[in-house]
C-alpha cells in the first residue's frame, strides 16, 4: 500500500524558512511526477511546484525564487525548501505523488503558519 507521509511544517516568522520533507513508501511502479500543494480554507487547493523525471521542475509564480523543490530518486522522497516566507504562504501543504502509469496519491497535508 502506497505512504506519502509528510514533515517539516510549522511556524515562522515572515521572511524566515522552513524545509518540508515527503516520503513515500509501498510504490512499486515508477514515479513520474512528485508535487507540492496547498490549500487554505474556503479555496481550492493550488499548485506549488512539481518536479518531474527527478529534475524538471515547475513552480508557480508566487514562489518562484523563493520555493526550490528536488527529489531524491532512491528514497522516493521530495522535498520543499521554502525561503523568504510571507503570510500569503500560510496554508496546508500536501505532497502528490503520480505513480505511473497515473495512479495519484496523496499526503495526509502539513500545516505551515507565518506570522508577521
Known amino acids: 500500500q502506497v505512504q506519502l507521509v509528510e514533515s517539516g511544517g510549522g511556524l515562522v516568522q515572515a521572511g524566515g524558512s522552513l524545509r518540508l520533507s515527503c516520503a513515500a513508501s509501498?510504490?512499486?511502479?515508477?514515479?513520474?511526477?512528485m508535487a507540492w500543494y496547498r490549500q487554505t480554507p474556503g479555496k481550492q487547493r493550488e499548485l506549488v511546484a512539481s518536479i518531474t523525471g527527478g529534475d524538471s521542475t515547475d513552480y508557480a509564480d508566487s514562489v518562484k525564487d523563493r520555493f526550490t523543490i528536488s527529489m531524491d530518486k532512491f528514497s522516493n522522497s521530495v522535498y520543499l525548501q521554502m525561503n523568504s516566507l510571507k503570510a500569503e504562504d500560510t496554508a496546508v501543504y500536501y505532497c502528490?505523488?503520480?505513480?505511473?502509469?497515473?495512479?495519484?496519491?496523496w499526503g495526509q497535508g502539513t500545516q505551515v503558519t507565518v506570522r508577521t
Open positions: 502528490k505523488m503520480l505513480q505511473w502509469p497515473s495512479q495519484i496519491y
Open positions: 509501498g510504490s512499486s511502479l515508477p514515479i513520474t511526477t
